[in-house]
T-cell receptor
Framework: GENVEQHPSTLSVQEGDSAVIKCTYS??????FPWYKQELGKRPQLIID?????GEKKDQRIAVTLNKTAKHFSLHITETQPEDSAVYFC????????????FGKGTKLSVIP | EAGVVQSPRYKIIEKKQPVAFWCNPI?????LYWYLQNLGQGPELLIR????????DSQLPKDRFSAERLKGVDSTLKIQPAELGDSAVYLC???????????????FGEGSWLTVV
């Protein structure tokens, strides 16, 4: 099955700085790459996703880039704020219409005021 | 619109006892997932339903875990008997489902937190 590695496992940044989290994978059939944010004790919530026919997608301070050749994708958060502090998970999906996601181990982001 | 609803939110049981978790997906969502999340880890798929059919249960420990989705809406996940290592968060999720076009977002419930003592 799919395997996804996520780095770093923890990340501390000063408020206002940028944060980058990277995931690498091995299954070239993967075609859906979502990122989830999970606050302590809460549900994972989708913050942005990208499909294999797109190289980059941006939504306000959040962006995701995909390099299918190198089999990696990254989450970029600019102008970080304390409320961005959470655990972020990348995931892989394969198929069409109904995805089965394989998750990374997560990155705990701490934004220091 | 209500999200994915799970109950109970928290459950503490003694080992060897049975436990059941219930999930009500988002209205109209045909695909339902049960995920297991251990502390400090990402969610891991246990089972996926397309309507009433379990299309992938390869990661479900069938000796003690069972699941059902009888009418293609609500689902129940059962553990019997529970072991200490089953302590985790059991997440239910749903999406629109196969045949509805690509890119169906998967929405998670708040999870059922199980502690086995």
């Amino acid at each position: 099955g799919e395997n996804v590695e996520q780095h770093p496992s923890t990340l501390s940044v000063q408020e206002g700085d940028s944060a980058v989290i990277k995931c690498t994978y091995s299954d070239s059939a993967s075609n859906y790459f979502p990122w989830y944010k999970q606050e302590l004790g809460k549900r994972p919530q989708l913050i942005i996703d990208i499909r294999s026919n797109v190289g980059e997608k941006k939504d306000q301070r959040i962006a995701v880039t995909l390099n299918k050749t190198a089999k990696h994708f990254s989450l970029h958060i600019t102008e970080t704020q304390p409320e961005d502090s959470a655990v972020y998970f990348c995931a892989l999906g394969t198929g069409a219409g109904s995805y089965q996601l394989t998750f990374g181990k997560g990155t705990k982001l701490s934004v220091i005021p | 619109e209500a999200g994915v609803v799970q109950s109970p939110r928290y459950k503490i049981i003694e080992k060897k006892q049975p436990v059941a978790f219930w999930c009500n997906p988002i209205s109209g969502h045909n695909t339902l997932y049960w995920y297991l999340q251990n502390l400090g880890q990402g969610p891991e798929l246990l089972i996926r339903y397309e309507n009433e059919e379990a299309v992938d249960d390869s990661q479900l420990p069938k000796d003690r875990f069972s699941a059902e989705r009888l009418k293609g809406v609500d689902s129940t996940l059962k553990i019997q008997p529970a072991e200490l290592g089953d302590s985790a968060v059991y997440l239910c999720a749903s999406s629109l489902g196969a045949g509805t076009g690509s890119g169906n977002t998967i929405y998670f419930g708040e999870g059922s937190w199980l502690t086995v003592v």
